[in-house]
């Protein structure tokens, strides 16, 4: 092994442990210059730990932009002789990993169209056995928990040691605010799942738009990522690709310093005591939802056994409607958001038709 593998290596290794991990580059390598250009401008922020660029690009459509190619990685290798920037590139295939590979590219991630196909996954994790490179699983475009982790199993099984998610939000029909819906609770049941994993947030993909990159980004600090990638280009207007989402280097390192970053914890006796206190009343109030929660249920046995009794359906959709819009109305009024409210009821409600289906089975 080469000095500067050795080198590239313990750089990586440090890295893996940088709270906040930022990466940052375009979304597609164009030329050469714009790449080395690019490199040197975010390196010159000292707010960027990685250097990432699209090489081969799956593109919704045929005809569209995708990617410059393999010829596009020996631009990336200079552009890190240059600037020190280890780098990153999505890969898709067994044929990229090994050109990835070959041109010394530092990290490794799978996009959101290779995770939601297991044979493809497959195909990247056969190519990855006995390499030692840290591995990024982007969720899939669709949101399904078990494909995302069936992603991250199949790379573990290959022998990776280090691996990380990436959330760039999911494909939602009729969604509007953003190009692909966050949907925080997926990825924060991922973090559940894999606490030992690094998770870093997308922005750029998530918002779609530059003007919405910074309220995302301080979203995912403030829950507690690891880190975000944001796209950048040293012309994002005429970028030949996702231009109205990448921002300049400049503007980047202008977003990174109004970013709060927050801490998971601090070492001071007051805090730990005053959060414990109020950690304590919030298990008293779940313990109390719980027990009105069963009550409620109780009472929804009793009226399935009426509803047997007298030969009535289960469900009654106009009363329901009638009851869902007054107890969101009162619920807003106490401060309780809309989409909350209406899961929380749908939830509650459809274990009571569960509770009656029981009762009218037996």
């Avoid at 393999?70 to 990153?88: D, F, M, N, V, Y």
Wanted: glycine letters at 6%.
């Amino acid at each position: 092994m080469s000095t500067q593998q050795l080198s590239a290596k313990e750089k990586i290794q440090e890295l893996w442990g940088t709270r906040p991990l930022i990466i940052s580059g375009p979304c597609s390598a164009e030329t050469e210059e714009q790449v080395l250009e690019t490199a040197q401008q975010l390196a010159a922020t000292g707010k960027v730990n990685m250097l990432r660029a699209g090489i081969w690009k799956p593109r919704t459509k045929p005809g569209m932009f995708e990617g410059i190619g393999t010829k596009g990685l020996p631009w990336l290798q200079k552009a890190k002789e240059l600037t020190g920037l280890p780098t990153a590139v999505e890969v898709a295939t067994a044929k990229q990993v090994q050109d990835a590979l070959t041109f010394d590219v530092d990290v490794l991630w799978i996009g959101a169209r290779t995770t939601v196909n297991p044979f493809s996954v497959q195909e990247v994790a056969d190519a990855l056995r006995g390499v030692d490179v840290p591995v990024l699983v982007k969720n899939p475009i669709n949101p399904d928990l078990e494909l995302w982790s069936g992603g991250v199993e199949r790379i573990a099984r290959a022998g990776i040691k280090k691996l990380g998610l990436i959330h760039r939000g999911f494909s939602s029909y009729g969604n509007t605010q953003f190009r692909n819906a966050p949907m925080w609770h997926l990825a924060i049941e991922m973090k559940l799942r894999y606490p030992e994993l690094p998770i870093i947030n997308d922005p750029s993909h998530i918002c779609g738009k530059r003007d919405t990159l910074l309220e995302v980004a301080q979203k995912a600090i403030d829950l507690d990522y690891d880190g975000l990638m944001i796209e950048s280009h040293i012309d994002p207007d005429n970028a030949w690709s996702d231009a109205k989402q990448q921002v300049t280097p400049a503007r980047l390192k202008e977003m990174l310093e109004t970013i709060i970053w927050r801490k998971e914890d601090v070492d001071n006796k007051d805090y730990h005591q005053a959060l414990e206190k109020l950690r304590q009343q919030i298990n008293h109030l779940d313990d109390e939802i719980l027990q009105i929660l069963a009550q409620r249920m109780k009472i929804a046995d009793q009226i399935g056994q009426y509803k047997k009794e007298n030969n009535i359906t289960i469900l009654q959709p106009n009363r329901w409607q009638e009851v869902m819009e007054k107890t969101i109305s009162r619920g807003e009024n106490l401060g309780l958001s809309r989409d909350f409210l209406s899961k929380f009821l749908d939830a509650v409600h459809l274990e009571s038709i569960n509770h009656q289906k029981k009762i009218m089975d037996a």
